[in-house]
Nanobody, 119 residues
Framework: QVQLVESGGGLVQPGGSLRLSCVLSKSNFRIYAMGWYRQAPGNQREWVAVETSSGTRYIESVKDRFTISRDNAKNTVYLQMNSLKPEDTAVYYC??????????????WGQGTQVTVSS
């Protein structure tokens, strides 16, 4: 059973930045493709950013604003979010990313971290 613990969310004004972290209780972390996902009220969960052996991918709406990265030594995945917009408001989750096209999460979901962008 893999445990995923997300943190770093909060309330931020439009244009602000946040850095999300996700710590995994998983050995050999480096071999897994990892992703960040989000779910806004009334919406389905969607992938936002993934990092695979082939590189990184982002949904169009966050390109050039969000950056996914990892620290294998710390079993941690990060999501740097800049130039935040109200439409980025959601609960953010990390997970092992499955294959295209959905990159669906392959492990049990963690509790997520709330990001609220509002003035």
């Amino acid at each position: 059973q893999v445990q995923l613990v997300e943190s770093g969310g909060g309330l931020v004004q439009p244009g602000g930045s946040l850095r999300l972290s996700c710590v995994l209780s998983k050995s050999n972390f480096r071999i897994y493709a990892m992703g960040w996902y989000r779910q806004a009220p009334g919406n389905q969960r969607e992938w936002v950013a993934v990092e695979t052996s082939s590189g990184t991918r982002y949904i169009e709406s966050v390109k050039d604003r969000f950056t996914i990265s990892r620290d294998n030594a710390k079993n941690t995945v990060y999501l740097q979010m800049n130039s935040l917009k109200p439409e980025d408001t959601a609960v953010y989750y990390c997970n092992c990313a499955g294959p295209l096209p959905s990159y669906r999460g392959l492990w049990d979901w963690g509790q997520g971290t709330q990001v609220t962008v509002s003035s």
